[in-house]
Every structure is written in structure tokens, then in C-alpha cells.
């Protein structure tokens, strides 16, 4: 495996847990209406979209 491959398994495994940070922050939001809760959540949406963002640029490396 090339170390590019696990890069980009890791970069994938943090989009997947931010955004299931963000899903479970939000559900937390609606039953106590915490507005931290929904801070977080929307911190953690951003940080995945980021995350996104530099996939992308990884589609050209290891060739």
C-alpha cells in the first residue's frame, strides 16, 4: 500500500467522524437545546468540509 492510500483512508475516516460528531451534536441541540451543543455542530461540519476540500486536492498525488 502506498503511503498516499492510507493518507487518503485516513482523511476519509475523519470526514465520516466529523460528520457523525456533527449529526450527533445536532440530535443533542433538539432534545436540550443546548447552544454548545449546536456550536460544535456546526464546528464539526465545517472541519468536514475542510477535510473535504483537501481530498480533493489529493486526487493527482501517488501518480
Known sequence: MKLITAHR???GAGIAFFLFYAAFQLRL?????ATA???QALVAVVVAAGF??????LRGWGR
Open 37 to 39: 451543543a449546536l456550536v
Open 29 to 33: 441541540f433538539v432534545r436540550d437545546g
Open 9 to 11: 483512508i485516513l482523511i
Open 52 to 57: 473535504v476540500l483537501y481530498y480533493r486536492t
